[in-house]
């Protein structure tokens, strides 16, 4: 009789191996052929990104249109040519002599030089060149804060690509104890010591694991997605790219160290307003716009243009011996405007009412920054202390567990037991990465907020 016990004991020995090898290599696939590490990534995104290649640009066109507004200053001058040739179809009789003349054909030839340069114009010419100014520093502005928000963004992504392929690993270590359990509890039911009802429920409780397992790796690879997305690389279809915990302490120690100086009191958000780079953006916009009224308003006002040139023209039946004429000429023109059914000035309180708009938006971001430095100190601390309870628990739920399996390997303890501590043990870990990784989210979100980051 004990012969026979022996065998399902060494076949389940067996399962259990081989379930602990099919696991471990399941395990493996989760790392990548090429990671990416956290500052790879950011380089990648600042490069390649289509949110800084836009902003990119964007300041290129600004340059453009401010060298635009300076070259407007310039004379303009004008060279013209023309060659015309006439030749009579009718022929002349003379009616006293009756000769009858056959005309010849003629060359005619002209040529003018003709520059000009605006004198006054109202103050067009000045307050385009301001705009472009404004224009040019609001380019810069946002191409600095696009870059910040990129890095951020990035940063977001990877660190939920590290949360979830944490989460992976903790839904293969559930999967890979409950099978584990599931060989101890077939051998014990082989051996008769265990009823067919706790095989039934260890099988339901790995099926379910199984599912967490496969929701989990989808989670990590669209994750993955989202990521090289901003990076601007192909989807990774052959799992290829893959993240890692380069360059991040995601110890307790280290992740407090780091926002343990994440302080911004009243007196200082004034400055961080100052410095944002997407609110002094959109301070310059408003100073490009306040010029753009002193554009339109120079309608109203006379310009004065001063023109010189130097022109000839010539006519001979021989193109050969063209006689050329030649004249001098320059002058002045002034141009008052005296009504233009009130278009410009309606057009001018437009602008005023478009200011005014642009102003109210200024005021909400500037407020939304405040509400955002709130919410996100708030996220910091709540965060801090979930992690410190989230901590406690998983080592306390970690002992449950041991002491649940220890209990029913001596025969003391009963297989619902361990199922129970299993579920706490998983939830505590699920529990503790989501803390973690909230807790360095909200580091990083705050460091940018606040202006720590410089890319």
Do not use: C
Not at 280 to 305: H, V
Not at 354 to 363: A, F, T
Not at 407 to 435: F, M, P, W, Y
């Amino acid at each position: 009789m004990r012969h026979r016990r022996r065998k399902p004991i060494m076949k389940a020995t067996l399962i259990f191996f081989l379930t602990i090898a099919a696991v471990s290599a399941y395990g493996q696939t989760v790392t990548g052929t090429n990671q990416i590490s956290l500052d790879e990534a950011i380089r990648i995104a600042l490069d390649k990104n289509y949110d800084t290649r836009s902003a990119g640009l964007g300041l290129e066109s600004a340059q453009i249109s401010k060298t635009q507004a300076n070259d407007n200053l310039l004379p303009d001058a004008t060279a013209t040519g023309s060659y015309s040739y006439d030749k009579p179809l009718t022929n002349s009789t003379n009616v006293f002599t009756g000769v009858t003349a056959v005309p010849d054909a003629t060359h005619t030839l002209s040529y003018s030089i003709r520059a000009g340069i605006n004198l006054y114009n109202g103050g067009f010419n000045s307050a385009s060149i301001h705009a472009a100014e404004y224009k040019l520093d609001a380019a810069r502005y946002n191409l600095k804060w696009v870059r910040q928000s990129v890095a951020f963004n990035v940063t977001s992504a990877y660190i939920t690509a590290l949360r979830n392929k944490e989460l992976l690993v903790s839904a293969q270590t559930t999967y890979s104890q409950d099978s584990a359990l599931m060989v101890r509890v077939q051998a014990q039911y082989d051996a008769g010591a265990a009823a067919r009802t706790a095989v039934y429920q260890q099988q339901s409780v790995l099926g379910q694991d199984e599912l967490t397992k496969i929701q989990a790796a989808n989670n990590y690879d669209n994750a993955l997605a989202d990521l090289l997305f901003l990076l601007d690389i192909a989807p990774n279809i052959s799992g290829s790219y893959d993240v890692s915990l380069k360059g991040i302490d995601t110890s307790l120690a280290g992740i407090k160290s780091r926002g343990g100086d994440l302080q911004a009191s009243p007196s200082t958000y004034d400055d961080l307003l100052q410095r944002r780079e997407d609110l002094a953006a959109q301070r310059s916009n408003i100073l490009a716009q306040e010029e753009g009224i002193s554009i339109t308003r120079s309608a109203l006002l006379p310009s004065l243009d001063a023109s010189f040139g130097i022109g000839g023209s010539g006519t001979n039946t021989d193109i050969a011996n063209i006689p050329f004429s030649h004249s001098l000429g320059g002058g002045l023109n002034l141009r008052i405007p005296l009504f233009d059914k009130m278009q410009t000035r309606l057009q001018i309180d437009i602008e005023k009412v478009q200011i005014d708009q642009s102003k109210v938006e200024l005021n909400r971001s500037e407020e939304q920054f405040r509400n955002q430095i709130a919410l996100a100190e708030n996220n910091l601390r709540s965060s801090q202390q979930a992690v410190d309870a989230s901590d406690r628990a998983l080592v306390a739920a970690e002992e449950s567990l041991r002491a649940a399996t220890e209990k029913l390997r001596v025969g003391a303890g009963i297989q619902v037991d361990v199922i129970v501590a299993e579920g706490l043990a998983s939830t505590a870990r699920v529990n503790h990465i989501n803390a973690v990784y909230n807790y360095l989210l909200a580091v990083k979100q705050l460091e940018y907020l606040l202006g720590k980051t410089n890319y």
